[in-house]
């Protein structure tokens, strides 16, 4: 069994990330970070370069935390990625990170939340950062 969570790096991504490894130690269980590249040029701010996936490999592995970093290739829609990494790895719990966006933002860009909120099968623990 697995925590997955989607992984942003960002000061919001951190604070994400740091319920998902509480969650994992808690659980005692493996850590499955995942970050998504997306195909809109307003995302690309969420695509994590090598350096960073490095970075965070390294923090979780200094938390002590059974983990494993990923990058997703991009060719689906982010929800979809992180959807079938859950189903592959047999997630108990899923840790997102959640942002206030306004109802024609949702509508123009999708909303990858509210589809892994809706289309998990497993709990998912969403987080709000200011």
Do not use: W
């Amino acid at each position: 069994m697995s925590v997955v969570v989607g992984y942003v790096p960002s000061r919001e991504g951190a604070l994400v990330l740091e319920r998902a490894v509480d969650e994992a130690r808690s659980r005692g269980v493996r850590l499955v970070a995942l970050n998504v590249p997306r195909s809109s040029e307003f995302a690309q701010d969420f695509v994590a370069d090598d350096a960073e996936l490095a970075d965070l490999d390294a923090l979780l592995a200094e938390a002590g935390v059974e983990h494993e970093v990923r990058r997703g290739t991009g060719d689906e829609a982010p929800a979809d990625t992180l959807l079938d990494l859950v189903d592959e790895v047999g997630a108990e719990l899923v840790v997102i990170g959640l942002r206030r966006r306004s109802p024609v933002g949702k509508m123009l860009m999708g909303s990858t939340s509210q589809r892994v909120l809706l289309d998990a099968p497993c709990p998912v623990l969403a987080v709000q950062h200011d």
